[in-house]
């Protein structure tokens, strides 16, 4: 999964973020982190799901978001995002890509803008103002809207209830256990519980901050997000359809016993979210 900062990383590399255009700073974030991905899920359809946005940079290096409220934008997580001023348009979304390496198909789009709250702190950069990522959650504004049959989901309000125990899905395109080399690149989902805070409290202690962060897993470990799901969405159902609450940011290990997956909240950013998709 992502890096902690106190533990040593089995696998590193150096993300960075495009720098937003409302009221951040011109000049990119630079990210270094362990990526992450589902273990213990099951193959997933792009076409039951096609709020799934693949975002790629580079020719292997990619992480998850999603469709959000119209066509044209798309959350994921502040780390995720990679661009600078050379390489900026070999960024892209995609839409409709069941295997992130298959070239050629699903609908690609390149990313026109990006907001990041001026909150984001980044632990890799700044290790005095953050030691894990913090506030971690992006928008993409593409430079043109999505095709129809790809379907946007909503997020949760805010002032939305994490009840613990609450059963919730987790979906990307990452590894399926920490000892792969390289992610398969299928989509995969898995339900997790969400956890009380006092559990996250005592994983990480005073990493975890529960007005920003929730997070989830079993306690015995096994179910997860691991490389290449940074951004993945946590969906929650409140009954009538699935609803995005949290996105994969950071924790210790892939699905390790007792450390569960911290996720930036995303009923904390309801009113910027509303604000950066209009």
């Known amino acids: 999964m992502f890096k902690h900062k106190r533990v040593a990383s089995k696998r590193k590399r150096t993300v960075k973020t495009v720098a937003a255009v409302a009221g951040v700073a011109a000049a990119a974030v630079v990210a270094t982190a362990t990526a992450q991905a589902v ?3 099951k193959p997933a359809r792009t076409d039951k799901n096609s709020f799934m946005m693949l975002i790629k940079y580079g020719k292997t290096d990619f992480c998850a978001g999603v469709l959000a409220f119209d066509q044209i ?3 994921t997580s502040a780390e995720c995002i990679y661009s600078t001023e050379d390489n900026k348009d070999e960024t892209r979304v995609i839409a409709g890509r069941a295997n992130a390496y298959t070239k050629k198909t699903g609908t690609p789009i390149r990313v026109k803008d990006v907001w990041i709250p001026d909150s984001f702190a980044d632990y890799s950069t700044d290790p ?3 030691k894990v990522p913090n506030n971690d959650i992006a928008v993409l504004r593409l430079a043109k809207p999505m095709p129809s049959q790809y379907k946007p989901i909503k997020w949760v309000p805010s002032g939305f209830t994490y009840t613990p125990g609450t059963k919730a899905r ?3 395109w990452g590894t399926t256990s920490a000892d792969q ?4 690149g299928d989509l995969r989902e898995a339900t997790l519980p969400l956890l009380p805070d006092s559990a996250c409290k005592r994983a990480y202690q005073g990493d975890y901050n529960p007005e920003n962060m929730i997070c989830g897993g079993k306690p ?3 179910v997860g997000a691991c490389v290449n799901d940074r951004g993945a969405p946590l969906l929650v ?4 359809e699935w609803l995005l609450a949290g996105l994969a940011s950071w924790g210790e290990g892939c699905a390790e016993a007792g450390k569960p997956d911290v996720m930036t909240k995303v009923s904390k950013f309801a009113g910027d979210l509303a604000s950066a998709t209009k």
Do not use: F, N, Q
Not at 181 to 184: D, F, L, R
Not at 237 to 240: N, R
């Open 128 to 130: 005095s103002k953050a």
């Open 39 to 41: 273990v213990g899920g």
């Open 73 to 75: 934008h798309v959350i």
């Open 220 to 222: 015995k470990g096994g």
């Open 237 to 240: 159902s409140d009954g009538k």
């Open 181 to 184: 080399e390289k992610s398969p």
């Open 170 to 172: 987790l979906l990307g």
